[in-house]
């Protein structure tokens, strides 16, 4: 079973910061591209961030400036740093991630994933 899971999310004043992490489960599972989108209730999903295998990374406009993407392939980890949080980034924050079964009887077949989703609240 492919699982993307999230943790980092969390209750922060304007101006602090929070590290996202989303770990994948699994070995057989090849992520060649990852990122995190943002959800606010009623409104569609923005992309905040993308990043490929070979660490060419995209940002949402909201976030350029203040969040930093990364991925740690030994770890099989990603995480999406989020600087000078402001209360308008409040949101439920997913991570996806998109690529290749490596083994089992889907090998060499492409599908993608998403974590359960992290919450993150900026107020006073």
């Known amino acids: 079973q492919v699982r993307l899971v999230e943790s980092g999310g969390g209750l922060v004043q304007p101006g602090g910061s929070l590290r996202l992490s989303c770990a994948a489960s699994?070995?057989?599972?090849?992520?060649?591209?990852m990122g995190w989108y943002r959800r606010i209730p009623g409104e569609a999903g923005d992309l905040v961030a993308a990043i490929s295998e070979g660490g060419v990374t995209q940002y949402g406009g909201f976030a350029k400036g203040r969040f930093t993407i990364s991925r740690d392939s030994a770890e099989n980890t990603m995480y999406l740093q989020m600087n000078n949080l402001k209360p308008e980034d409040t949101a439920a924050y997913y991570c996806h991630g998109a690529g290749f079964y490596t083994a089992g009887p889907r090998a060499g077949r492409p599908d993608d994933f998403w974590g359960q989703g992290t919450q993150v609240t900026v107020s006073t």
């Open positions: 699994g070995s057989i599972f090849r992520f060649n591209t």
